[in-house]
Protein backbone atom coordinates (compact mmCIF):
# COMPACT_ATOMS: atom_id res chain seq x y z
CA UNK A 1 0.00 0.00 0.00
CA UNK A 2 1.36 3.40 -0.44
CA UNK A 3 0.97 5.30 2.06
CA UNK A 4 -1.07 8.92 1.76
CA UNK A 5 1.24 11.63 0.66
CA UNK A 6 0.73 14.93 1.14
CA UNK A 7 -2.15 16.93 -0.74
CA UNK A 8 -1.43 19.42 -3.20
CA UNK A 9 -3.41 22.66 -1.85
CA UNK A 10 -5.91 24.67 -3.92
CA UNK A 11 -7.16 28.09 -2.46
CA UNK A 12 -10.81 27.76 -2.43
CA UNK A 13 -11.53 29.89 -5.74
CA UNK A 14 -9.76 27.52 -7.82
CA UNK A 15 -10.55 23.90 -8.97
CA UNK A 16 -8.05 20.83 -9.45
CA UNK A 17 -8.19 19.22 -12.62
CA UNK A 18 -10.91 16.23 -12.18
CA UNK A 19 -9.60 12.66 -12.15
CA UNK A 20 -9.96 10.78 -15.27
CA UNK A 21 -10.87 7.29 -13.35
CA UNK A 22 -13.98 9.06 -11.65
CA UNK A 23 -15.50 9.70 -15.26
CA UNK A 24 -19.26 8.89 -14.96
CA UNK A 25 -21.31 8.77 -17.87
CA UNK A 26 -24.79 10.18 -18.45
CA UNK A 27 -27.59 8.28 -17.02
CA UNK A 28 -30.49 7.89 -19.72
CA UNK A 29 -30.41 7.68 -23.38
CA UNK A 30 -31.72 10.12 -25.60
CA UNK A 31 -35.65 10.05 -26.58
CA UNK A 32 -35.81 8.93 -29.73
CA UNK A 33 -38.92 10.02 -31.98
CA UNK A 34 -41.05 6.30 -32.59
CA UNK A 35 -41.30 5.31 -36.18
CA UNK A 36 -44.38 6.09 -38.12
CA UNK A 37 -45.88 3.61 -40.15
CA UNK A 38 -47.49 4.62 -43.83
CA UNK A 39 -50.24 5.73 -42.69
CA UNK A 40 -51.43 9.20 -40.51
CA UNK A 41 -50.85 12.39 -40.76
CA UNK A 42 -47.13 13.59 -40.96
CA UNK A 43 -46.06 16.79 -39.67
CA UNK A 44 -43.31 18.79 -41.50
CA UNK A 45 -41.47 21.30 -39.96
CA UNK A 46 -39.38 21.52 -36.45
CA UNK A 47 -38.44 18.48 -34.61
CA UNK A 48 -40.89 17.10 -31.83
CA UNK A 49 -40.37 18.98 -28.21
CA UNK A 50 -37.47 16.87 -26.62
CA UNK A 51 -38.16 15.71 -22.99
CA UNK A 52 -35.27 14.74 -21.00
CA UNK A 53 -34.81 11.47 -19.03
CA UNK A 54 -35.60 11.68 -15.23
CA UNK A 55 -32.25 11.94 -13.54
CA UNK A 56 -30.76 8.88 -12.56
CA UNK A 57 -29.86 7.77 -8.85
CA UNK A 58 -25.99 8.92 -9.69
CA UNK A 59 -27.59 12.19 -10.87
CA UNK A 60 -29.67 12.47 -8.05
CA UNK A 61 -26.69 11.78 -5.24
CA UNK A 62 -24.33 13.63 -7.48
CA UNK A 63 -26.52 16.60 -6.96
CA UNK A 64 -27.02 16.30 -3.46
CA UNK A 65 -22.80 15.53 -2.15
CA UNK A 66 -22.31 18.94 -4.81
CA UNK A 67 -24.60 21.05 -2.47
CA UNK A 68 -23.29 20.05 0.04
CA UNK A 69 -19.52 20.17 -0.80
CA UNK A 70 -20.18 23.82 -1.77
CA UNK A 71 -21.34 24.42 1.37
CA UNK A 72 -18.53 23.32 3.45
CA UNK A 73 -16.09 24.69 1.35
CA UNK A 74 -18.04 28.52 1.99
CA UNK A 75 -18.10 27.84 5.53
CA UNK A 76 -14.31 27.03 5.97
CA UNK A 77 -13.60 29.98 3.55
CA UNK A 78 -16.23 31.88 6.21
CA UNK A 79 -14.51 30.23 9.12
CA UNK A 80 -10.82 31.04 8.00
CA UNK A 81 -11.91 34.55 7.45
CA UNK A 82 -13.37 35.17 10.51
CA UNK A 83 -10.45 33.78 12.65
CA UNK A 84 -7.11 34.62 10.78
CA UNK A 85 -8.25 37.90 9.91
CA UNK A 86 -8.06 38.54 13.60
CA UNK A 87 -4.64 37.15 14.07
CA UNK A 88 -6.43 34.87 16.69
CA UNK A 89 -6.54 31.47 14.67
CA UNK A 90 -5.51 28.59 16.81
CA UNK A 91 -2.62 26.72 15.20
CA UNK A 92 -4.03 23.30 15.37
CA UNK A 93 -7.64 25.03 13.80
CA UNK A 94 -5.27 26.72 11.40
CA UNK A 95 -3.80 23.07 10.08
CA UNK A 96 -7.06 21.54 9.41
CA UNK A 97 -8.97 24.31 8.28
CA UNK A 98 -5.70 24.68 5.20
CA UNK A 99 -6.15 20.87 4.96
CA UNK A 100 -9.92 20.99 3.94
CA UNK A 101 -8.91 23.77 2.21
CA UNK A 102 -7.03 21.29 -0.10
CA UNK A 103 -9.35 18.06 0.02
CA UNK A 104 -12.97 19.77 -0.12
CA UNK A 105 -12.25 20.97 -3.80
CA UNK A 106 -10.50 17.00 -4.74
CA UNK A 107 -13.57 16.05 -3.57
CA UNK A 108 -15.85 17.79 -5.30
CA UNK A 109 -13.99 17.75 -8.84
CA UNK A 110 -13.83 14.19 -8.44
CA UNK A 111 -18.21 14.35 -8.57
CA UNK A 112 -18.31 16.67 -11.56
CA UNK A 113 -19.25 14.92 -14.72
CA UNK A 114 -17.45 16.09 -18.05
CA UNK A 115 -19.79 18.38 -18.82
CA UNK A 116 -20.28 19.83 -15.40
CA UNK A 117 -15.90 20.49 -15.38
CA UNK A 118 -15.85 21.73 -18.57
CA UNK A 119 -18.16 24.50 -17.79
CA UNK A 120 -16.71 25.15 -14.67
CA UNK A 121 -13.06 25.72 -17.27
CA UNK A 122 -14.86 28.09 -19.23
CA UNK A 123 -16.55 29.96 -16.22
CA UNK A 124 -12.77 30.31 -14.72
CA UNK A 125 -11.22 31.24 -17.58
CA UNK A 126 -13.99 34.18 -18.88
CA UNK A 127 -13.54 36.90 -16.82
CA UNK A 128 -16.79 38.25 -17.97
CA UNK A 129 -19.01 35.28 -16.15
CA UNK A 130 -19.44 36.23 -12.18
CA UNK A 131 -18.09 33.84 -9.84
CA UNK A 132 -20.89 32.16 -7.72
CA UNK A 133 -21.75 33.15 -4.81
CA UNK A 134 -21.67 31.41 -1.55
CA UNK A 135 -24.94 28.86 -0.45
CA UNK A 136 -27.26 31.08 1.25
CA UNK A 137 -27.39 28.27 3.92
CA UNK A 138 -23.21 27.85 4.30
CA UNK A 139 -22.55 27.46 7.97
CA UNK A 140 -20.96 30.52 9.67
CA UNK A 141 -18.93 29.04 12.57
CA UNK A 142 -17.10 26.04 13.07
CA UNK A 143 -19.90 24.49 14.71
CA UNK A 144 -21.83 24.66 11.35
CA UNK A 145 -19.22 23.56 9.89
CA UNK A 146 -18.98 20.29 12.11
CA UNK A 147 -22.76 19.82 10.96
CA UNK A 148 -22.54 19.91 7.59
CA UNK A 149 -19.78 18.18 7.60
CA UNK A 150 -21.70 15.34 9.48
CA UNK A 151 -24.47 15.80 6.82
CA UNK A 152 -21.78 14.84 4.06
CA UNK A 153 -20.26 11.95 5.79
CA UNK A 154 -24.05 10.93 6.54
CA UNK A 155 -25.24 11.10 2.47
CA UNK A 156 -21.86 9.78 1.20
CA UNK A 157 -22.60 6.70 3.08
CA UNK A 158 -26.32 6.77 2.18
CA UNK A 159 -25.35 7.38 -1.44
CA UNK A 160 -22.50 4.83 -1.76
CA UNK A 161 -24.98 2.54 -0.93
CA UNK A 162 -27.43 2.91 -4.09
CA UNK A 163 -24.87 4.15 -6.84
CA UNK A 164 -23.12 2.21 -9.35
CA UNK A 165 -20.28 0.49 -9.19
CA UNK A 166 -18.33 3.30 -10.37
CA UNK A 167 -19.48 6.18 -8.69
CA UNK A 168 -19.61 4.10 -5.44
CA UNK A 169 -15.91 3.96 -4.48
CA UNK A 170 -14.92 7.72 -5.26
CA UNK A 171 -18.08 8.35 -3.02
CA UNK A 172 -17.04 5.82 -0.21
CA UNK A 173 -13.66 7.40 -0.29
CA UNK A 174 -15.28 10.63 0.43
CA UNK A 175 -17.21 9.34 3.50
CA UNK A 176 -14.22 8.10 4.87
CA UNK A 177 -12.10 11.03 4.23
CA UNK A 178 -15.08 13.10 5.53
CA UNK A 179 -15.47 11.01 8.81
CA UNK A 180 -11.60 11.88 9.32
CA UNK A 181 -11.85 15.44 8.53
CA UNK A 182 -14.91 16.23 11.12
CA UNK A 183 -13.54 14.67 13.98
CA UNK A 184 -10.29 16.42 13.34
CA UNK A 185 -12.09 19.89 12.90
CA UNK A 186 -14.23 19.17 15.90
CA UNK A 187 -11.27 18.46 18.40
CA UNK A 188 -9.75 21.47 17.25
CA UNK A 189 -12.25 23.89 17.51
CA UNK A 190 -13.59 22.67 20.26
CA UNK A 191 -17.63 22.94 18.72
CA UNK A 192 -20.06 21.00 17.35
CA UNK A 193 -20.72 17.36 18.14
CA UNK A 194 -20.08 14.59 16.15
CA UNK A 195 -22.76 12.08 16.12
CA UNK A 196 -21.94 8.17 16.17
CA UNK A 197 -21.76 6.18 12.80
CA UNK A 198 -24.63 4.37 12.19
CA UNK A 199 -24.23 0.26 12.25
CA UNK A 200 -24.05 -1.39 8.88
CA UNK A 201 -28.03 -2.53 9.38
CA UNK A 202 -28.99 1.12 9.12
CA UNK A 203 -27.22 2.06 6.08
CA UNK A 204 -30.06 1.10 3.68
CA UNK A 205 -31.47 2.37 0.33
CA UNK A 206 -33.14 6.02 1.63
CA UNK A 207 -34.22 6.87 -2.11
CA UNK A 208 -36.20 4.96 -5.10
CA UNK A 209 -34.02 3.72 -7.59
CA UNK A 210 -35.69 4.68 -11.42
CA UNK A 211 -37.00 2.04 -13.54
CA UNK A 212 -35.44 3.06 -16.56
CA UNK A 213 -32.25 3.69 -14.51
CA UNK A 214 -30.69 0.79 -12.88
CA UNK A 215 -27.36 1.15 -11.97
CA UNK A 216 -24.26 -0.91 -12.94
CA UNK A 217 -22.41 -2.77 -10.53
CA UNK A 218 -18.37 -4.39 -10.77
CA UNK A 219 -17.36 -7.75 -12.85
CA UNK A 220 -17.48 -10.70 -9.86
CA UNK A 221 -14.06 -11.01 -10.55
CA UNK A 222 -13.08 -7.93 -8.69
CA UNK A 223 -15.68 -8.75 -6.34
CA UNK A 224 -14.20 -11.87 -5.69
CA UNK A 225 -10.56 -10.69 -5.34
CA UNK A 226 -11.70 -7.17 -3.05
CA UNK A 227 -13.47 -9.42 -0.50
CA UNK A 228 -10.95 -12.20 -0.47
CA UNK A 229 -8.21 -9.63 0.44
CA UNK A 230 -10.77 -7.84 2.63
CA UNK A 231 -10.98 -11.20 4.66
CA UNK A 232 -7.36 -11.95 4.57
CA UNK A 233 -6.55 -8.50 5.53
CA UNK A 234 -9.51 -8.24 8.40
CA UNK A 235 -8.07 -11.92 9.95
CA UNK A 236 -4.08 -10.50 10.08
CA UNK A 237 -5.04 -6.90 11.71
CA UNK A 238 -7.57 -9.13 14.22
CA UNK A 239 -4.27 -11.04 15.11
CA UNK A 240 -1.90 -8.14 15.35
CA UNK A 241 -3.81 -6.54 17.46
CA UNK A 242 -4.25 -9.62 19.82
CA UNK A 243 -0.20 -9.09 19.95
CA UNK A 244 -0.10 -5.16 20.86
CA UNK A 245 -2.49 -5.88 23.48
CA UNK A 246 -0.27 -8.67 25.28
CA UNK A 247 2.32 -5.98 25.06
CA UNK A 248 0.61 -3.55 26.79
CA UNK A 249 -1.67 -2.49 29.88
CA UNK A 250 -4.73 -0.44 30.60
CA UNK A 251 -6.61 1.66 28.90
CA UNK A 252 -4.49 0.87 25.62
CA UNK A 253 -4.52 -2.85 26.10
CA UNK A 254 -8.46 -2.83 26.14
CA UNK A 255 -8.76 -0.48 23.08
CA UNK A 256 -6.38 -3.59 21.27
CA UNK A 257 -8.73 -6.11 22.24
CA UNK A 258 -11.52 -4.35 21.26
CA UNK A 259 -10.00 -3.58 17.69
CA UNK A 260 -9.00 -7.34 17.80
CA UNK A 261 -12.57 -8.61 18.64
CA UNK A 262 -13.84 -5.87 15.17
CA UNK A 263 -11.64 -7.48 12.79
CA UNK A 264 -12.28 -11.07 13.54
CA UNK A 265 -16.14 -10.26 13.62
CA UNK A 266 -16.02 -8.42 10.26
CA UNK A 267 -13.62 -11.38 8.44
CA UNK A 268 -15.98 -13.76 9.77
CA UNK A 269 -19.29 -12.00 8.21
CA UNK A 270 -17.62 -11.58 5.30
CA UNK A 271 -16.31 -14.99 5.17
CA UNK A 272 -20.09 -16.23 5.32
CA UNK A 273 -20.96 -13.65 2.25
CA UNK A 274 -18.21 -14.70 0.19
CA UNK A 275 -19.25 -18.57 0.70
CA UNK A 276 -23.10 -17.46 -0.11
CA UNK A 277 -21.65 -15.53 -3.25
CA UNK A 278 -18.91 -18.21 -4.28
CA UNK A 279 -16.12 -15.92 -3.44
CA UNK A 280 -13.07 -17.15 -2.08
CA UNK A 281 -13.20 -17.99 2.13
CA UNK A 282 -10.53 -17.51 4.03
CA UNK A 283 -9.75 -19.56 6.92
CA UNK A 284 -8.56 -17.89 9.40
CA UNK A 285 -4.46 -18.73 10.58
CA UNK A 286 -3.50 -19.47 13.69
CA UNK A 287 -0.23 -17.31 13.50
CA UNK A 288 0.50 -14.77 11.04
CA UNK A 289 4.34 -13.35 10.17
CA UNK A 290 5.07 -9.99 12.04
CA UNK A 291 6.70 -6.67 10.30
CA UNK A 292 10.44 -7.63 10.96
CA UNK A 293 10.28 -11.15 12.83
CA UNK A 294 9.97 -9.92 16.44
CA UNK A 295 8.35 -6.28 17.05
CA UNK A 296 10.70 -3.41 18.64
CA UNK A 297 8.78 -0.43 20.20
CA UNK A 298 9.11 1.67 16.77
CA UNK A 299 7.38 -0.45 14.95
CA UNK A 300 4.84 -1.60 17.42
CA UNK A 301 3.87 2.19 17.87
CA UNK A 302 3.33 2.35 14.19
CA UNK A 303 1.00 -0.66 13.32
CA UNK A 304 -2.35 0.55 14.56
CA UNK A 305 -1.97 3.51 11.64
CA UNK A 306 -0.70 0.92 9.03
CA UNK A 307 -3.54 -1.16 9.60
CA UNK A 308 -6.35 1.43 9.63
CA UNK A 309 -4.89 2.83 6.32
CA UNK A 310 -4.41 -0.52 4.24
CA UNK A 311 -8.16 -1.18 5.67
CA UNK A 312 -9.62 1.24 4.91
CA UNK A 313 -8.51 1.33 1.27
CA UNK A 314 -9.55 -2.34 0.86
CA UNK A 315 -13.17 -1.48 2.11
CA UNK A 316 -13.17 1.23 0.06
CA UNK A 317 -12.01 -0.91 -2.64
CA UNK A 318 -15.04 -3.85 -1.84
CA UNK A 319 -17.64 -0.67 -2.07
CA UNK A 320 -17.12 -0.09 -5.86
CA UNK A 321 -16.85 -3.72 -6.22
CA UNK A 322 -20.06 -5.45 -4.20
CA UNK A 323 -22.73 -5.66 -5.19
CA UNK A 324 -25.66 -3.38 -3.43
CA UNK A 325 -26.75 -5.51 -0.57
CA UNK A 326 -23.39 -6.23 0.32
CA UNK A 327 -22.36 -2.79 0.51
CA UNK A 328 -22.87 -2.21 3.95
CA UNK A 329 -20.26 -3.32 5.69
CA UNK A 330 -17.42 -1.84 3.64
CA UNK A 331 -19.21 1.67 3.86
CA UNK A 332 -19.09 1.46 8.03
CA UNK A 333 -15.73 -0.62 7.98
CA UNK A 334 -14.07 2.16 5.73
CA UNK A 335 -15.08 5.36 7.99
CA UNK A 336 -14.31 3.27 11.21
CA UNK A 337 -10.64 2.79 9.96
CA UNK A 338 -10.76 6.21 9.43
CA UNK A 339 -11.57 7.12 13.07
CA UNK A 340 -9.04 5.07 13.62
CA UNK A 341 -6.69 7.54 11.97
CA UNK A 342 -8.08 10.24 14.07
CA UNK A 343 -5.01 11.87 15.91
CA UNK A 344 -2.87 8.95 14.72
CA UNK A 345 -2.17 10.80 11.03
CA UNK A 346 -1.23 14.32 10.62
CA UNK A 347 -2.66 14.11 7.39
CA UNK A 348 -4.88 11.64 4.33
CA UNK A 349 -5.17 12.08 0.86
CA UNK A 350 -8.84 13.57 -0.13
CA UNK A 351 -9.61 10.33 -1.81
CA UNK A 352 -7.80 7.33 0.24
CA UNK A 353 -7.14 4.56 -2.12
CA UNK A 354 -7.61 6.69 -5.38
CA UNK A 355 -5.40 8.70 -7.22
CA UNK A 356 -6.46 11.68 -9.32
CA UNK A 357 -5.00 12.19 -13.11
CA UNK A 358 -4.35 14.60 -15.44
CA UNK A 359 -7.43 15.99 -17.47
CA UNK A 360 -10.71 14.77 -17.37
CA UNK A 361 -12.45 12.22 -19.70
CA UNK A 362 -15.94 14.25 -21.65
CA UNK A 363 -18.84 11.76 -20.44
CA UNK A 364 -21.06 14.06 -22.45
CA UNK A 365 -23.34 14.32 -19.79
Request: charged share 25%.
Amino acid sequence: MRPDRPSRRFPSARRPTRRRLLASGAVGALALPAVLSGCGTIRLGGPERYTPPPPGIDDLFRTDLLALLDRAVAGRDALAEATGGTGETDPALATVLEDLASALPVQRTALLTGAQHEQEQQKATDPAVPSSPAPPDSPQDAAGLVAVLVELRETAADAARQVSGSLARPVAAIGARTAWSVHGLQRAAQAGEVPSLRNAEEITPSREVPETDPPSIGAEVDYHSTIERAQQQEWYAGYVHEVLAARTGGAEREEHLTLSDRHRRRAETLGGIAEEDGAPVVARQAVYALPGGELDQQTADSLPALLARELLVDHVALVGAAPFARRPLPILAAMQEAEVLVGRVEEMRPLPSLEAEEGPVSDGG
